[in-house]
């Protein structure tokens, strides 16, 4: 069986687009951090400014900055044609998942019901899930 050296249509547009959009959270995040942005409290999510609630938050930095990462490495990888695009979007994929499915558990549990940051967590555990149905089914 010979590997499957393109990503399938769709595949990179996602990977790119999650990957940016959590890139860009965590740059808003780091310049909050440093005192050279001010986010308004309403947009942010419940606890935001307590110490307890925002170790949590930043707490899937690493999560968070993995699965981008990877992302945009194995749609580089696919570019080039390299095999190895595969496992690599695979682990993004199953970080993804793992990231909006852990912050979707943490605020079912606290009872926190706000769209705002329910809806960008539940497209993450959807595009994931989508793609690594497919890339597990499919010839590799």
């Given at each position: 069986m010979v590997a499957d050296l393109t990503m399938p249509r769709g595949l990179p547009l996602t990977l790119?687009?999650?990957?940016?959009?959590?890139?860009?959270?965590?740059g808003i995040a780091i310049l909050a951090c440093a005192g050279l942005l001010q986010l308004p409290q309403e947009m942010m999510y419940a606890g935001y400014g307590t110490g307890q609630v925002d170790a949590w938050n930043w707490s899937f930095a690493p999560l968070d900055l993995a699965f981008a990462l990877t992302g945009l490495l194995a749609v580089r990888m696919a570019r080039r044609s390299?095999?190895?695009?595969?496992?690599?979007?695979?682990?993004s994929l199953a970080l993804t998942f793992c990231a909006g499915l852990m912050a979707i558990s943490y605020w079912a549990l606290t009872g926190d019901f706000d769209p705002a940051w329910w809806l960008p967590n539940l497209a993450l555990i959807g595009a994931a899930l989508w793609w690594l149905v497919?890339?597990?089914?499919?010839?590799?």
């Open positions: 790119r687009v999650l990957d940016a959009s959590m890139l860009f959270y965590w390299d095999p190895r695009w595969r496992p690599v979007a695979l682990i497919r890339l597990v089914g499919s010839r590799g």
